[in-house]
């Protein structure tokens, strides 16, 4: 039996990343008559209603460096981030036409106006702004969201034909307990010896579960990890850094290459948290509604698109990223006009700088050209550190 190695792998996750029609998707709705696809965009969608439907979660990461964007420069200002405009730009050209849902979760004001414009262009199209909670009392946020968890349950049933059981439901979550299992331990590993799991292929295996059906992306994990473990890599005298602010507009790959390239080791970050986003697996008994929202309300991640009730607790996260993954530095890199990330930057650096732990920041579209000077900045970040930080 022939061994996977991680260059096959990283590969075909290439393949997925840079094909912007998704052929993968188009060919699982073409594989059995009346399946459908609901697409969504970042940071967090329940996907496991949308699995437990018989449908394909697709999620949408806008065009990256392959789009020119031309016809979403018609509907959004020039001052914004690029992510909306590229992604209507998917829709208008065709690419998405395949796509018989589109959810549209609680981001920022741009997203929610994006999701009128959705409904508007395309009409054929279900399409929900799916709210989630700001009030973390269970009496109070936690009704409010199982409300909206059930809504789109019976609006994803309607579009699926068929109503969706709590078994079905139950199964859809051992599935993605799986997945997060999965991409939990490959952070972990990643954190432990990271010349052994490079940020760019990590990114690119991460990616891939945005396009395939989780059963597959559970295999391609557990395949990638395997390799990672198997294959000796050269160890490099790197800086261990954290990466934060990517959670919703993904950085060009171009970038994340720059930034290894420049003498750090990614130890930690907040790519597509839409897979990282629930802490700890759902239970596969009970109710599955009340199981989603109270897993939302106590047990998922921190964010700048996620408020936080308790002042004290305020950019708590970032430090412990940083303690968890042993990293010496943190490099706040941010979407350009990101309002959430933008804005909650200046409290996280408040945080880091009481514990006396650096940071550097910059920021970035998805179809940033030049990453000499992220090179070179974060090189010298690196050089700082290793130089000046006491033994």
């Known amino acids: 039996m022939a061994t996977i190695t991680t260059a096959a792998l990283v590969a075909r996750c290439q393949a997925l990343f840079d094909d912007i029609s998704f052929g993968a998707a188009r060919q699982w709705k073409a594989a059995a008559p009346g399946r459908k696809v609901v697409a969504y965009m970042p940071i967090y969608v329940p996907r496991e209603i949308i699995h437990a439907a018989g449908m394909l979660p697709l999620g949408i990461l806008g065009a990256g460096e392959s789009l020119e964007v031309i016809h979403g420069d018609a509907y959004y200002q020039s001052y914004i981030c690029r992510i909306p405009r590229s992604t209507l730009d998917l829709g208008i050209t065709g690419r998405l036409d395949f796509v018989d849902g589109f959810l549209f979760p609680s981001i920022c004001d741009v997203i929610r106006n994006l999701s009128g414009i959705w409904k508007i262009l395309f009409p054929e199209v279900y399409v929900r702004y799916f709210d989630v909670p700001q009030n973390f009392d269970p009496e109070v946020g936690g009704t409010f969201y199982r409300h909206e968890l059930q809504e789109l349950r019976e609006g994803l049933a309607r579009l699926a034909g068929s109503p969706i059981s709590d078994d079905a ?72 850094v954290v990466l934060n602010g990517v959670f919703c507009e993904q950085p060009p790959l171009s970038l994340i290459k720059a930034i290894e390239m420049s003498g750090c080791y990614v130890v930690d970050d907040d790519f597509m948290l839409v897979n990282r986003w629930l802490l700890e697996d759902l239970p596969v008994s009970g109710d599955p509604i009340a199981a989603l929202a109270t897993a939302f309300l106590g047990g998922s991640t921190e964010t700048g698109a996620k408020y936080q009730p308790r002042r004290e607790l305020k950019g708590r996260y ?66 700082s550190i290793k130089l000046w930080s006491a033994p």
């Not at 990643?190 to 059906?213: D, F, I, N, T």
């Open 318 to 383: 970032i430090l412990d990223a940083v303690r968890a993954s042993a990293a010496e530095g943190v490099i706040f890199a941010a979407p350009s006009f990101c309002d959430p990330a933008l804005l909650e930057r200046p409290m996280l650096e408040a945080v880091l700088d009481r514990v006396d732990v650096p940071h550097i920041g910059f920021k970035y579209a998805e179809n940033s050209a030049q990453m000499q000077p992220v090179r070179e900045q974060a090189g010298t970040f690196a050089d």
């Open 169 to 240: 439901l139950r199964a859809s979550f051992a599935l993605y307990n799986r997945n997060r299992r999965l991409v939990r331990e490959l952070y972990a590993f990643r954190a432990e010896a990271p010349w052994r799991v490079p940020a760019s292929e990590l990114y690119l295996v991460q990616r891939a579960g945005m396009v395939l059906p989780v059963e597959e992306h559970n295999q391609l994990l557990a395949d990638y990890l395997a390799a990672a473990r198997a294959e000796e890599r050269p160890r490099r005298d790197n800086c261990r």
